[in-house]
């Protein structure tokens, strides 16, 4: 028997077959294309989502968290069979989800007081998040103990930090996630933003004129990084995480592993509609997360 259930919300992008190998169990977000009628993020083709902002450009779909009752179910069918349970949620700052899943804890821990049960803020989203919980997979296939696993994953979730540029900040502005950012808004000016998102939040990296030289900038922001804090590439998780455009994040990925001289393998994840609902239908960026055994 493996010694923890791994149980995440959505927002972390985990492609199907990730989800199944790991034997991850996926807690559903909601998604609305017009505001009354919502589907679980998981019942619609990302691709067929991302197509429907193209095809409909001043269209802003919504997003609801998971509700506690879900948290419950998902967290009570292996409770009762005594198995303990690790759940990975999105950012408290950007969702709720965390909150509610914490609420199905204490419904939990009421019903079943001996339950070992742990709920983690990731302080992370879409393929960083994700990332996280396939380093949470690694700790239980190394067979470490559902408490050093707790504080391993404590200790590496806030070195995860994703660089990343979009077309347009329209679905930001529109879905209120402008933030620290407002001093880059500039939207006569049709700027291609750089965003840092770090320590659960998003902030401004700077700025360029056009898709290609945004692409380079975020290449440049993460080689300085890594060079102001002395920090060695092999010591950590490297991801791409992309929209629309799969050819363009290729091509991009490609880049990526030639100028950081990548030597490991590169996750590459669409980034799902909960979190494309803000960004709009071209994010692309560069994520990355320290390993836990390093």
């Known amino acids: 028997m493996k ?8 927002a972390c992008d985990l492609p199907k077959d990730l989800v199944a190998k790991y034997d991850i169990d996926v807690v559903s977000f909601y998604v609305s294309l017009d505001d009354q009628n919502y589907y679980k993020e998981q019942e619609k083709n990302t691709q067929d989502f991302y197509q429907e902002l193209v095809d ?34 999105i950012t408290s700052k950007m969702s709720g989800s965390y909150n509610g899943a914490m609420l199905a804890k204490q419904d939990i821990l009421e019903k079943y007081p001996h339950a070992k049960i742990a709920v983690i803020d990731s302080s992370l989203i879409t393929v960083i998040e994700g990332m996280l919980v396939l380093e949470l997979a690694r700790m239980r296939e190394n067979h470490l103990s559902f408490e050093e696993t707790i504080e391993k994953i404590e200790n590496i979730k806030h070195t995860g930090k994703i660089y990343f540029t979009i ?25 291609k933003p750089i965003i840092v998102f770090k320590n659960g939040d998003i902030d401004s990296a700077g700025i360029a004129l056009t898709r290609n030289k945004s692409l380079t900038k975020v290449i440049e922001c993460v080689k300085q990084f890594f060079k102001k804090n002395l920090l060695k590439y092999s010591d950590y998780l490297f ?4 929209g629309y455009k799969k050819d363009e994040a ?9 100028e950081l001289a990548l030597k490991e393998n590169v996750f590459f994840f669409q980034i799902g509609s909960t979190i494309a609902v803000h960004t709009g239908p071209h994010p692309i960026g560069i994520t990355f997360l320290k390993k836990y055994d390093v």
């Open 3 to 10: 010694p923890f259930k791994i149980i995440c919300d959505s």
């Open 56 to 89: 409909h450009p001043n269209q802003y779909p919504k997003t609801s968290m998971p509700t506690v009752e879900e948290y419950f179910n998902a967290f009570e069918q292996y409770i009762k069979k005594e198995i303990p349970v690790i759940c990975i949620c």
């Open 167 to 191: 077309a347009s900040m329209d679905y930001l502005a529109h879905g209120g996630r402008i933030g620290k950012l407002k001093s880059i808004l500039g939207s006569v000016l049709k700027i």
């Open 239 to 242: 991801g791409i995480g992309y």
């Open 250 to 258: 290729e091509n991009f990925a490609k880049q990526v592993k030639e």
